[in-house]
Nanobody
Framework: QVHLVESGGGSVQAGGSLSLSCTVS???????MGWFRQAPAKEREGVGV????????NYADSVKGRFTIWRDNAKNTMHVQMSNLKPEDTAMYYC????????????????????WGQGTQVTVSS
């Protein structure tokens, strides 16, 4: 079983920055991991996903140029640095991993991901 635990959420004013981390433990043989978010009354959506060990991160258009996602393989962690935050970035943020081993890039769709953290809240005020 794979366990993911997020940390680092909080409140910030628009234009500010926050960094989230996710610790991954347990046996994991998939290749797709990433960050997702869910705003109140909205569906959960992909923020950015990557294929472990290779290739660029696939970002949602809404965060391109503002969010940076990376993985620290030595520490079994993944991170997202969020800059120039907007009120519409307010959401519960989740890290997730999939059992997928795709030949192409990893999907941004939530249905592909099997393991989820408990989430951490990010609130951006105007």
């Amino acid at each position: 079983q794979v366990h993911l635990v997020e940390s680092g959420g909080g409140s910030v004013q628009a234009g500010g920055s926050l960094s989230l981390s996710c610790t991954v433990s347990g046996y994991y043989y998939g290749e797709c991991m990433g960050w997702f978010r869910q705003a109140p009354a909205k569906e959960r959506e992909g923020v950015g996903v990557f294929k472990a060990g290779e290739g660029p991160t696939n970002y949602a258009d809404s965060v391109k140029g503002r969010f940076t996602i990376w993985r620290d393989n030595a520490k079994n962690t993944m991170h997202v640095q969020m800059s120039n935050l907007k009120p519409e970035d307010t959401a519960m943020y989740y890290c997730a991993a999939a059992r997928l081993r795709p030949s192409g890039s990893c999907p941004l769709g939530t249905s592909a991901y099997n393991y989820w953290g408990q989430g951490t809240q990010v609130t951006v005020s105007s």
